[in-house]
């Protein structure tokens, strides 16, 4: 008896050592958790054709269909170079020519421009917009000297004032009285 246990020990042991080894959690190895597909992995497919008949058709691409690759859209998407995805499909064509609106093919291209002229300044700008803000940067007052400042606020704040200095260094009192 105590060796059949010792066994059943030894077994759940050495089957739960080879379960730690492998990557991921006791739940998801023994299917105990529900799997959620990544949102930015999710492919998607071409839509299904519907033979004219029913009948069995030899295996090959059907005829007006374009099978790509997840590897061609994101080489597409690197490069910039699309090869006719960017194009309208008829029914989206359809509906442009219904608004009538015209749209420039070409506005993308357009606002990339004008944002790239904002963004690159050259060196006589950038040295004056630092010359612009290095004279707000100045300060033109005396320096404070904590010891008396810290003295005049308790003796403002013991006496029941709340004081402001303006630049013209008058005193506004609080009519509250604290």
Do not use: H
Not at 44 to 53: E, G, I, N, Q, S
């Amino acid at each position: 008896m105590a060796t059949r246990r010792l066994r059943t020990g030894a077994a759940a042991g050495a089957f739960l050592l080879l379960l730690s080894a492998c990557s991921g959690t006791v739940q998801e190895k023994l299917g105990a958790t529900q799997r959620v597909p990544d949102e930015f992995q999710v492919v998607r497919r071409a839509p299904l054709v519907v033979p004219p008949d029913y009948n069995l058709r030899p295996p090959g691409t059907a005829e007006g269909t374009v099978q790509r690759t997840t590897a061609q859209d994101a080489r597409e998407i690197v490069t910039g170079s699309a090869s006719g995805s960017a194009s309208a499909s008829s029914g989206e064509q359809a509906l442009l020519e219904q608004t009538g609106v015209e749209a420039d093919p070409e506005i993308r291209r357009k606002l990339l421009a004008e944002n790239t002229e904002l963004t690159q300044i050259d060196d006589s700008q950038f040295l004056f917009i630092l010359d612009w803000q290095r004279e707000n940067m100045t300060y033109t007052d005396a320096v404070i000297d904590p010891d008396a400042e810290s003295a005049r606020l308790r003796g403002e704040d013991a006496a029941g004032r709340v004081t402001t200095r303006r630049v013209s260094s008058e005193t506004v009192t609080n009519p509250g009285g604290g």
